[in-house]
């Protein structure tokens, strides 16, 4: 066993040897029996056997495990010594490259953040050499590893991978990545699988439209459209949602929806009652499932699928009634009012409008007479109650600006009026005879798209533009005969105009809930998932798609 003073000779003779160090093997073994010694002869070989180690393949499989074993020595400044050179045994040999980033991935579940950092460079290193070799060791570990190291390959890979040059990930690099990434969607878990679109997401094949088209593919193998939907299983509600909502960034006019469309029609919205909430909180599942639905909507493509635009229309109708009966006055007998819940309309109705583009006939047919009849009445009556509604928000936001929109209060005044204005507008469309379906909305939920124009100047000198705000100058005295009082629009008297359908009282606790279906809900849950980790299914977030 070398002492420190025989490893410095040996690393002398080494050194002076410079292309010939291979001559002298003896040394080298010298080196390598350090491994054996204490502290201060293992710092020394953790740093000579990587140094010389390219002049002795025949030694390369001893030099590697004496390496390695400094690498789980019981003192961290041995460990730490030992990762921050183990890419030095790659250079000029990179069919070591696979090998040494599997046990780097192995390393990284360390609980010393200097020795993780240490780990994490080194990886990142042995990217530079051999991207494709680095990504082989560690999806070797993803693949067969136990759940601790999967996990935080998985992170490294989301986190790390992307402060690399781009240069980094040539299309081989990428081909590979891809083809990786598919065997471990294979089997994972909601976290991993959003972790991996993540992943693939960015790279930079995946920006076109092909690459967009496969990413949408994965997602709906993940989502198994060809299975029956199971409504009363949280875990398959979560994961049909999880995967309408990775794929929906990819949808475009080249990049169409047509087949996630077509298995909400059939499969969910028939059962949206039934749907169970996969997640702990108190949000409302079936506004999410809709609003997710009218989304894709957006981006369907052909579609002659009657069967499909039916039960979307059956569903809306069932959150647009008829008027209550006796309103006409001959019947002396008080009525309940329904219920407008007009978030739920919003999403059915856009979603209908954009089916209903495809099938123009589904109103229009001369068999559907009595529906086109029925429905306009139910447009009629939903439009008036639609109506008072945004007179009372107007009433309530007008005049607030700046702080004051911001309460909690304004903000959902404020998102109410955008709902109700965006049914107004498609009730429109629909109440055209024939109906038509040239509207374009922007979903409440969604930001407003900027219009972005080259300039903001008249196109002719001494027009005064049209603006909708207190800062309007003011208008110039009419000569001649004046105009009297402008006389405001009396709404009809009878049947169908003194009961339009209650909207909240803005004072009253449950105010929103005449257009959430509800009490107002959060959104997307920030909770984790349920359940272990388990192969061959989905259980909550920790199991398996």
Same mark, same amino acid.
């Given at each position: 066993?070398?002492?420190?003073?025989?490893?410095?000779?040996?690393?002398?003779?080494?050194?002076?040897?410079?292309?010939?160090?291979?001559?002298?093997? +003896?040394?080298?073994?010298?080196?390598?029996?350090?491994? +054996?010694?204490?502290?201060?002869?293992?710092?020394?070989?953790?740093?000579? !056997?990587?140094?010389?180690?390219?002049?002795?393949?025949?030694?390369?499989?001893?030099?590697?495990?004496?390496?390695?074993?400094?690498?789980?020595?019981?003192?961290?400044?041995?460990?730490?010594?030992?990762?921050?050179?183990?890419?030095?045994?790659?250079?000029?040999?990179?069919?070591? !490259?696979?090998?040494?980033?599997?046990?780097?991935?192995?390393?990284?579940?360390?609980?010393?953040?200097?020795?993780?950092?240490?780990?994490?460079? =080194?990886?990142?290193?042995?990217?530079?050499?051999?991207? /494709?070799?680095?990504?082989?060791?560690?999806?070797?570990?993803?693949?067969?590893?136990?759940?601790?190291?999967?996990?935080?390959?998985?992170?490294?890979?989301?986190?790390?991978?992307?402060?690399?040059?781009?240069?980094? #990930?040539?299309?081989?690099?990428?081909?590979?990545?891809?083809?990786? &990434?598919?065997?471990?969607?294979? $089997?994972?878990?909601?976290?991993?699988?959003?972790?991996?679109?993540?992943?693939? &997401?960015?790279?930079?094949?995946?920006?076109?439209?092909?690459? *967009?088209?496969?990413?949408?593919?994965?997602?709906?193998?993940?989502? $198994?459209?060809?299975?029956?939907?199971?409504?009363?299983?949280?875990?398959?509600?979560?994961?049909?949602?999880?995967?309408? /909502?990775?794929?929906?960034?990819?949808?475009?006019?080249?990049?169409?929806?047509?087949? #996630?469309?077509?298995?909400?029609?059939?499969?969910?919205?028939?059962?949206? =009652?039934?749907?169970?909430?996969? =997640?702990?909180?108190?949000?409302?599942?079936?506004?999410?499932?809709?609003?997710?639905?009218?989304?894709?909507?957006?981006?369907?493509?052909?579609?002659?699928?009657?069967?499909?635009?039916? %039960?979307?229309? $059956?569903?809306?109708?069932?959150?647009?009634?008829?008027?209550?009966?006796?309103?006409?006055?001959?019947?002396?007998?008080?009525?309940?009012?329904?219920?407008?819940?007009?978030?739920?309309?919003?999403?059915?109705?856009?979603?209908?409008?954009?089916?209903?583009?495809?099938?123009?006939?589904?109103?229009?047919?001369?068999?559907?007479?009595?529906? @086109?009849?029925?429905?306009? !009445?139910?447009?009629?009556?939903?439009?008036?109650?639609?109506?008072?509604?945004?007179?009372?928000?107007?009433?309530?936001?007008?005049?607030?600006?700046?702080?004051?929109? +911001?309460?909690?209060?304004? +903000?959902?005044?404020?998102?109410?009026?955008?709902?109700?204005?965006?049914?107004?507008?498609?009730?429109?469309?629909?109440?055209?005879?024939?109906?038509?379906?040239?509207?374009?909305?922007? @979903? =409440?939920?969604?930001?407003?798209?900027?219009?972005?124009?080259?300039?903001?100047?008249?196109?002719?000198?001494?027009?005064?533009?049209?603006?909708?705000?207190?800062?309007?100058?003011? %208008?110039?005295?009419?000569?001649?005969?004046?105009?009297?009082?402008?006389?405001?629009?009396?709404?009809?008297?009878? %049947?169908?105009?003194? %009961?339009?359908?209650?909207?909240?009282?803005?004072?009253?606790?449950?105010?929103?809930?005449?257009?959430?279906?509800?009490?107002?809900?959060?959104?997307?849950?920030?909770?984790?998932? *349920?359940?272990?980790?388990?192969?061959?299914?989905?259980?909550?977030?920790?199991?398996?798609?």
């Amino acid at each position: 066993m070398a002492t420190v003073e025989q490893l410095y000779k040996d690393f002398g003779v080494l050194a002076d040897a410079k292309d010939k160090a291979s001559e002298h093997e +003896k040394e080298y073994e010298s080196i390598l029996s350090a491994v +054996k010694g204490g502290t201060n002869e293992k710092r020394l070989a953790a740093q000579f !056997i990587p140094r010389f180690f390219k002049y002795f393949p025949g030694l390369a499989e001893h030099a590697i495990d004496s390496q390695l074993d400094l690498c789980e020595d019981e003192d961290v400044s041995i460990r730490r010594q030992a990762i921050k050179e183990l890419p030095n045994l790659c250079k000029g040999s990179s069919e070591n !490259i696979p090998r040494i980033a599997d046990v780097l991935t192995q390393l990284l579940q360390t609980d010393d953040a200097t020795e993780l950092s240490i780990v994490t460079t =080194s990886l990142l290193t042995l990217f530079k050499l051999d991207a /494709k070799g680095t990504l082989g060791g560690l999806f070797s570990q993803i693949l067969s590893g136990d759940e601790t190291v999967r996990e935080k390959a998985i992170k490294f890979m989301t986190t790390k991978m992307r402060t690399l040059p781009s240069e980094t #990930f040539t299309k081989e690099v990428e081909d590979y990545l891809v083809q990786k &990434s598919k065997e471990v969607l294979g $089997d994972v878990t909601g976290e991993e699988f959003i972790a991996f679109m993540k992943i693939l &997401s960015a790279v930079s094949s995946m920006q076109t439209v092909t690459g *967009r088209q496969q990413l949408v593919d994965i997602v709906a193998e993940q989502a $198994d459209l060809e299975a029956d939907f199971q409504p009363t299983d949280a875990d398959s509600v979560d994961k049909l949602m999880q995967c309408m /909502k990775q794929a929906l960034p990819f949808f475009s006019k080249n990049v169409v929806s047509t087949k #996630f469309v077509s298995y909400m029609c059939t499969q969910v919205i028939p059962v949206l =009652s039934s749907l169970v909430n996969p =997640s702990e909180d108190d949000s409302d599942i079936q506004l999410e499932v809709l609003r997710l639905f009218a989304e894709l909507c957006t981006f369907t493509g052909e579609w002659e699928d009657k069967n499909g635009v039916e %039960k979307v229309f $059956d569903k809306l109708l069932e959150y647009m009634p008829l008027p209550p009966e006796g309103e006409d006055g001959e019947n002396d007998q008080p009525t309940d009012e329904p219920k407008l819940q007009f978030s739920y309309v919003e999403c059915l109705m856009s979603s209908f409008h954009q089916l209903g583009r495809k099938c123009p006939d589904f109103l229009t047919a001369e068999e559907n007479t009595d529906r @086109l009849k029925d429905f306009r !009445i139910r447009l009629q009556y939903f439009a008036r109650g639609c109506q008072m509604y945004m007179k009372q928000l107007r009433l309530a936001v007008q005049g607030k600006k700046g702080e004051e929109l +911001k309460s909690e209060e304004n +903000k959902i005044k404020v998102v109410a009026l955008k709902i109700t204005s965006n049914i107004n507008t498609l009730i429109k469309d629909l109440f055209h005879n024939p109906p038509s379906y040239k509207s374009l909305i922007t @979903l =409440s939920w969604r930001p407003v798209q900027k219009q972005h124009t080259e300039s903001t100047a008249q196109k002719r000198p001494g027009i005064t533009p049209i603006t909708f705000d207190d800062s309007s100058p003011p %208008k110039k005295a009419m000569h001649g005969k004046q105009r009297g009082p402008r006389q405001m629009y009396q709404p009809p008297s009878g %049947k169908f105009s003194t %009961k339009a359908g209650a909207a909240p009282n803005f004072g009253d606790p449950d105010y929103g809930s005449g257009f959430g279906g509800g009490n107002r809900r959060g959104g997307w849950r920030s909770g984790g998932y *349920r359940g272990n980790r388990g192969r061959g299914g989905w259980r909550g977030g920790r199991g398996r798609y």
